[in-house]
């Protein structure tokens, strides 16, 4: 299953984040054998890592970041409706036994051409014991796991306490609650903040 957002230029950003956009440098014609575009982008636009220099003024950028986190057996919990913080009791109904990644799905539609300043984000709380619990990574289908106006950003503190890894804009929405095995690899940008990555999800076993 693709749980990827799709990356156009009607894709949401954060308010004051760079839109994609692209441009076509060259162009299959006589005497031109291919397509070639630039394109301009936030690395935080559609499904995308964050890098520990995202909120780490001393952290690395996402093509120092170890893969591992981001390949590997995962969980999708439902917290539908839950907000504007997810706490321990929207998601303790699924969180026996969990596996190191946990993908945390919203909405019921998610909003893949809109900004939504009314996201629901991770309580910081929750990220502790989640990261008590052996969890390595964290995703959800919001564009962060901060409320969209923090600014002191608790649930990314916590991660880089706790050496956690995100995902966020998740499109969870055809995603039955349960057990996966997740890929999303994020490129080797060897000094950015973030990159986007072609999240999947594939049944076990």
């Not at 995202?54 to 950028?61: K, L, S």
């Not at 970041?65 to 699924?94: K, M, N, Q, Y």
């Not at 039955?176 to 999800?201: H, M, N, Q």
């Amino acid at each position: 299953m693709d749980i990827s957002a799709p990356v156009h230029a009607g894709s949401p950003v954060f308010p004051g984040d760079t839109a994609y956009s692209q441009q076509w440098c060259a162009t299959i014609a006589p005497g031109c054998p291919v397509n070639v575009s630039a394109i301009t982008l936030s690395p935080h636009v559609g499904s995308h890592a964050d890098a520990p220099l995202h909120y780490d003024a001393e952290g690395p950028a996402i093509g120092a970041v170890a893969l591992d986190a981001f390949i590997g057996p995962c969980r999708v919990i439902h917290a539908i409706g839950a907000g504007p913080l997810i706490t321990w009791e929207h998601i303790a109904h699924a969180a026996q036994n969990l596996p190191p990644r946990v993908l945390v799905r919203t909405y019921e539609r998610m909003p893949v051409d809109r900004w939504d300043g009314a996201l629901a984000a991770y309580a910081p709380e929750t990220v502790e014991r989640l990261a008590d619990l052996g969890v390595v990574l964290i995703g959800i289908d919001t564009a962060s796991i901060d409320p969209a106006e923090s600014k002191a950003l608790p649930s990314h503190q916590v991660i880089r306490r706790r050496g956690l890894r995100v995902l966020e804009n998740l499109v969870l929405d055809a995603v039955p609650e349960g057990d996966y095995e997740l890929i999303a690899l994020p490129l080797k940008f060897t000094t950015a903040d973030a990159s986007p990555v072609r999240a999947v999800l594939r049944a076990l076993g």
